[in-house]
């Protein structure tokens, strides 16, 4: 199995695409930038928007992870959505199932979630609905990451100091998600 990774630093840190390959026995190439927004990964006048061109045209995937920018489903939803639109339309065509790796709110009462200028409650809430709605409409699969930290983030230290980016543990609960959609699409395609 081969998966690939286009987003930022939410992908990047802690090398959670080692996890996820650990995790899964899967193959797994990341294309990321710090602060990248998905519509960069269409852009192939950036560097960014070249590695996926490339990736997409000349190897074969089994998965697609897609993350955007952590506020941008907020903030630029337009933006956005047109984005995964057009990239799940081209990984579909390249044979690839699409994922969505939908992101969590800053933690609660950080100065992170401060500056943005909206409560903890707004942007997760805001953040499922913008992945789950554009799942939907591109028939794309959903690793509901930001729901589970919602579930576990008073138990568990799952951000890191900035309030912003996961911790270890929170990379690793992202990869775990990740491989729990792979495997349940897996199995449904096992029962066809």
Known sequence: MRILMLGNS???AHDMPSMLAELTGAEVLQITRGDAYLAEQLDPQTTTG???????????????????MSYGPITSRDCFFKSVSR???WIREKGAVPILYATWAYQKDSQAMADMGISYE????????AYHEAAEQNHAL???VGRRFYELA????LYARDGQHPSKAGS?????????????DQAGLDET
């Open 87 to 89: 990239l799940c339309d």
């Open 10 to 12: 939410f992908t990047f």
């Open 142 to 144: 959903v690793a509901d």
């Open 122 to 129: 707004d942007m997760a809430a805001g953040l499922e609905d």
């Open 154 to 157: 008073e138990t568990q230290d």
């Open 172 to 184: 690793h609960l992202a990869a775990q998600v990740i491989a729990e959609a792979i495997r349940s």
């Open 50 to 68: 070249e590695r996926t061109r490339a990736a997409l045209e000349e190897k074969h995937w089994d998965y697609v992870i897609l993350q955007e």
